[in-house]
Every structure is written in structure tokens, then in C-alpha cells.
Antibody, heavy 122, light 110 residues
Framework: EVQVLESGGGLVQPGGSLRLSCVGSGFTFSNFAMNWVRQAPGKGLEWVSGITGRGGDTYYAASVEGRFTISRDNAKNTLYLQMNSLRAEDTALYYC???????????????WGQGTMVTVSS | QSALTQPPSASGSPGQSVTISCTGTRSDVGGYNSVSWYQQHPGKAPKLIIYEVINRPSGVPDRFSGSKSGNTASLTVSGLQAEDEADYYCSSYASSNNYVFGTGTKVTVL
């Protein structure tokens, strides 16, 4: 079964850092671009960041550019999101999702995890 | 990159059809055939139901169909069923090398 599983969420103070992880299984991880999408409580979906299959190209929403870094370790089938300088408005459920393609643009997000909650509060 | 515009709500009786619009610009919806639609039930992760404007992933009923005209994409759900009650989001690739989601539409089955 093709699936992705996120971890690493939690409560962090404003200005703090957190690293999210996402492990993929049931597919050849390096053959697919991946992305992070977030959803604030009671709100809609917001695209956060994406990375090509081989990890050579990364992309960010303007709202996180310069604060978040996406990366992947294809040997470990794992996607990461390093989040620095966190703000209250970053509070959300963060989903990891597998794209349909390897390059960029990578099509649609075919497989989604259940999400990991990040709360930024003092 | 501004969110794509969707109506906040839509509704229909069982068996009827409902169509949801998704309006963007030439820099996103109008410029690429990379429009997708997602269904999200309460407390669940989004599920892909349409990709590349008109294509359905395996397992998605053919009651769901997509189209696009100019800067507006549309999702039609025909033969509404109780389980179709959910939030629906469109998404498009954008010229800024990013993706953008729609504002979301809550579909109610009366």
C-alpha cells in the first residue's frame, strides 16, 4: 500500500524551531516529487513547499520563504521540513503529500498523510 | 500568490448535480492544465478526485468530472450521494513555480 506518515509536530514558542518528518512506503520514493501543505484550524488548505524527486530543486510559498527549508533523504525514504522563526500564524496541521510526477511542476498531490499538528504559542 | 476563488457553499438533493467553480488568473488556472480537485471529509486528510483538469484517479466514481474555460475551472458532482457531503478544494500550478489552493467549498446534500 502506498502511504506517507508524518511526525515531529508539537508545541513550540514563537521564534522557535521544529523539524517535521515524513516517511514514504509502498513506492519508489526518489521517483516522485513531494510537498508540504498546511491547514490552520477551521481554515482552508495552504501550499507550503515542494521538492523534486532527486531533491535538486526546492520551492516555497512566500509566507514561509527564508524561514522553512524542505529536504529529503531518498536512502531513508524520508521528507523533512525544517521550520525556523516560527510565528503564531504557522499554527496548523501539516500534511505531507506525494506528487504524481518527479520533476516540476509535479502535477497533483496523489497520496496524503494524516498530518502532524504544529502549535506556535507562548 | 492569492488563493483561487471558490463559492463558500453549494448544495443539492440526492440524485441532483452540483457544480463548483474555481476562478484564478492567467498566471495559474488560465495558464496551465495543472488544475486538480480534492475532497475533504471532516477530520480527514484531503483526497485527490480530479487531476490535470479532467482526469480521475483510479477508484474515483465517474460522477465526478472536471472542466476548464479560460481562468475558471469547474467540478461537477452528478447523482449526488450522502457521502459526497464534504469540503472541496481546487488547486493549480502557478507561474511563480508554486501551487495555489482555492478557498474551499462546503457541499451539503439536502
Amino acid at each position: 500500500e502506498v502511504q506517507v506518515l508524518e511526525s515531529g509536530g508539537g508545541l513550540v514558542q514563537p521564534g522557535g524551531s521544529l523539524r517535521l518528518s515524513c516517511v514514504g512506503s509502498g513506492f519508489t520514493f526518489s521517483n516522485f516529487a513531494m510537498n508540504w501543505v498546511r491547514q490552520a484550524p477551521g481554515k482552508g488548505l495552504e501550499w507550503v513547499s515542494g521538492i523534486t524527486g532527486r531533491g535538486g530543486d526546492t520551492y516555497y510559498a512566500a509566507s514561509v520563504e527564508g524561514r522553512f527549508t524542505i529536504s529529503r533523504d531518498n536512502a531513508k525514504n524520508t521528507l523533512y521540513l525544517q521550520m525556523n522563526s516560527l510565528r503564531a500564524e504557522d499554527t496548523a496541521l501539516y500534511y505531507c503529500a506525494k506528487f504524481l510526477a518527479s520533476g516540476w511542476p509535479a502535477g497533483a498531490s496523489e497520496i496524503w498523510g494524516q498530518g502532524t499538528m504544529v502549535t506556535v504559542s507562548s | 500568490q492569492s488563493a483561487l476563488t471558490q463559492p463558500p457553499s453549494a448544495s443539492g438533493s440526492p440524485g441532483q448535480s452540483v457544480t463548483i467553480s474555481c476562478t484564478g488568473t492567467r498566471s495559474d488556472v488560465g495558464g496551465y492544465n495543472s488544475v486538480s480537485w480534492y475532497q475533504q471529509h471532516p477530520g480527514k486528510a484531503p483526497k485527490l478526485i480530479i487531476y490535470e483538469v479532467i482526469n480521475r484517479p483510479s477508484g474515483v466514481p465517474d460522477r465526478f468530472s472536471g472542466s476548464k474555460s479560460g481562468n475558471t475551472a469547474s467540478l461537477t458532482v452528478s447523482g449526488l450521494q450522502a457521502e459526497d457531503e464534504a469540503d472541496y478544494y481546487c488547486s493549480s500550478y502557478a507561474s511563480s513555480n508554486n501551487y495555489v489552493f482555492g478557498t474551499g467549498t462546503k457541499v451539503t446534500v439536502l
